[in-house]
Nanobody, 121 residues
Framework: QVQLVESGGGLVQAGGSLRLSCAAS????????LGWFRQAPGKERDFVAA????????QYADSVKGRFTISRDNAKNTVYLQMNSLKPEDTAVYYC??????????????WGEGTLVTVSS
């Protein structure tokens, strides 16, 4: 099992940047694909990005390509989501997830509690 704790959410103006972090516990961190989902008010939870165990392959939702970058530091058991050029429609609760599936077929098996990102216009 792995426990996930997100941080880094907050309020930012449109066009600004935020970096989310997700710290994982457990010695098997390196065996999991890690990723991010988000859920806006009144909407379903959607895939945002995922990264392979080694960090060599990443997958992104079309809505965030070119603006968001996912990365991981296996020595620190942490995955990051750098979000640039933020838009009001990026406002959501962002969830970190871990899975044994690859990034291009990512479904979370383990979940964090979420961190709120609010982008003002």
């Amino acid at each position: 099992q792995v426990q996930l704790v997100e941080s880094g959410g907050g309020l930012v103006q449109a066009g600004g940047s935020l970096r989310l972090s997700c710290a994982a516990s457990g010695r098997t961190f390196i065996y999991y694909t890690l990723g991010w989902f988000r859920q806006a008010p009144g909407k379903e939870r959607d895939f945002v990005a995922a990264i392979s165990q080694s960090g060599g392959f990443a997958q992104y939702a079309d809505s965030v390509k070119g603006r968001f970058t996912i990365s991981r530091d296996n020595a620190k058991n942490t995955v990051y989501l750098q979000m640039n050029s933020l838009k009001p429609e990026d406002t959501a609760v962002y969830y970190c997830a871990a899975s044994s599936r690859p990034p291009n077929n990512f479904i979370g098996d383990y979940w964090g509690e979420g961190t709120l990102v609010t982008v003002s216009s």
